[in-house]
């Protein structure tokens, strides 16, 4: 079950999207706009696997084996796109600290 209220509210405080608007994004043809949702969930979501969940999985890889991880923040960012890789898609764990919790 997606939380639409807990999406708007941890990653989307500066923008007024409707649940349909982000539904639509998820689903949308044009790369760019799930690439943006995708962004903000992994970068901002406080429940970052239920969250992922609003794309389908086939689309999800896609986002993920996409996404180049910034230099700014890269840290968080990539520790952040490895834990959605392991729990995703049972990759293996690259940030040393994360290796004894999984």
Known sequence: MINF???KKDCF??????????LQLANSDDERERSFLFQKILLNSTNIF????IFDIEVL???????KVPEFNFNHAFKRKN??????FDKPVLVNELKWII
């Open 50 to 53: 239920r969250d992922l969940k």
């Open 83 to 88: 834990m959605a890789e392991v729990y995703f």
């Open 5 to 7: 209220n807990k999406i």
């Open 61 to 67: 890889d896609s986002l993920i084996n996409n996404y």
């Open 13 to 22: 405080w500066d923008y007024t999207f409707t649940n349909k608007e982000i």
